[in-house]
Nanobody, 117 residues
């Protein structure tokens, strides 16, 4: 059974930084692509960033240059380094994984990120 557990969310002031982590278990981590999605109140869930099994990143335009996605296959872990955070980044952030893009076969439970102005 695949499980994804996010951590690292919290409250931060605008301009600050946070690093999210997602630990995966249950199947071979290295063969799947991974993604970070977010959902703000009243809005649809949206892709923030994804990373292929080979390590190729992909970013939403709204976070390019501020967020960095990475993965450590030996630790079954994916990261999202978030810098220069804005109030509009406030959302629940979800980790996902799957064999094919957009890597949404499995989801984590989410972690709240709140950016104050």
């Amino acid at each position: 059974q695949v499980q994804l557990v996010e951590s690292g969310g919290g409250l931060v002031q605008a301009g600050g930084s946070l690093r999210l982590s997602c630990v995966a278990s249950g199947s071979t981590f290295s063969i799947d692509g991974m993604g970070w999605y977010r959902q703000a109140p009243g809005r649809q869930r949206e892709l923030v960033a994804s990373i292929s099994s080979g390590g190729r990143p992909n970013y939403a335009d709204s976070v390019k240059g501020r967020f960095t996605i990475s993965r450590a296959n030996a630790q079954n872990t994916m990261y999202l380094q978030m810098k220069r955070l804005k109030p509009e980044d406030t959302a629940v952030y979800y980790c996902s994984r799957g064999r094919f893009y957009p890597y949404t076969d499995y989801w984590g439970q989410g972690t709240q990120v709140t950016v104050s102005s």
